[in-house]
């Protein structure tokens, strides 16, 4: 099983900062599929990132503020110029392999 | 548009039963893979179960293994989680999601439901 591990657990960011959130994972994903999600309270999560072998595609009405790699074990989403409602949890998944599919156990971004 | 409704959810006692269902719109509901994810109160995200398609190839994570079933039935789009042997940990809301589908290029959960809530209390 891939164990994902992200930090940092919190961030807290100013709008117009660029934020870096990461993923580890416990094996190499090159070859595999890395999806990244926002969750607002109470909503249910939302695609933001997928790819395989490092792509870093947009989901659907997802704008280019958001990009996303990876590199072996290290995933990083990076969200630039900041706006006030990109504060949500972030989580990683990866679905490179047969189940089970792992999640990270998130990063919360709070803009100040 | 495509629609996933959860339904099913409540308040069970410890060793209880109970049935949530996704009712699916919007998509050729037979031909995606599907799962059901967990979030306790608080918590991350969880991987419960999946089925494929067609409904012939289960998998579940480790801690509902035996007590946790997944179907499907493709005539009504519609998916299932029967959920036997409850436990106080298993309380969590349920979302289901599409699985990654190689054909069509949808990548994993790139549709969620609004979730059920379940609730394991005496």
């Known amino acids: 099983e891939i164990v994902l591990t992200q930090s940092p657990g919190t961030l807290s960011l100013s709008p117009g900062e660029r934020a870096t959130l990461s993923c580890k994972a416990s094996?190499?994903?090159?070859?595999?599929?890395l999806a990244w999600y926002q969750q607002r309270p109470g909503q249910a999560p939302r695609l933001l990132i997928y790819?395989?072998?490092?792509?870093?595609n947009r989901a659907t009405d997802i704008p280019d503020r958001f990009s996303g790699s990876v590199s072996g074990t290290e995933c990083t989403l990076t969200i630039s110029r900041l706006e006030p409602e990109d504060s949500a949890v972030y989580f990683c998944?990866?679905?490179?392999?047969?189940?089970?599919?792992?999640f990270g156990q998130g990063t919360k971004l709070e803009i100040k | 548009e495509v629609k996933l409704l959860e339904s099913g959810g409540g308040l069970v006692q410890p060793g209880g039963s109970l049935r949530l269902s996704c009712a699916a719109s919007?998509?050729?509901?037979?031909?995606?893979?599907m799962s059901w994810v967990r979030q306790a109160p608080g918590k991350g995200l969880q991987w419960v179960s999946g089925?494929?398609?067609?409904?012939?190839?289960?998998h579940y994570a480790d801690s509902v293994k035996g007590r946790f079933f997944i179907s499907r039935d493709n005539s009504k789009d519609t998916l299932y989680l029967q959920m036997e042997s409850l436990r106080v940990e298993d309380a969590a809301i349920y979302y289901c999601?599409?699985?990654?589908?190689?054909?069509?290029?949808?990548?994993?959960?790139?549709?969620w439901g609004q979730g059920t809530p379940v609730t394991v209390s005496s």
């Open positions: 999601t599409n699985e990654y589908d190689f054909w069509s290029g949808t990548p994993w959960g790139d549709h």
């Open positions: 998944l990866q679905y490179t392999s047969s189940p089970p599919y792992t």
């Open positions: 919007g998509f050729t509901f037979s031909s995606y893979g």
């Open positions: 089925i494929s398609g067609s409904g012939g190839i289960t």
């Open positions: 094996q190499s994903i090159s070859n595999g599929f």
């Open positions: 790819g395989a072998s490092g792509a870093s």
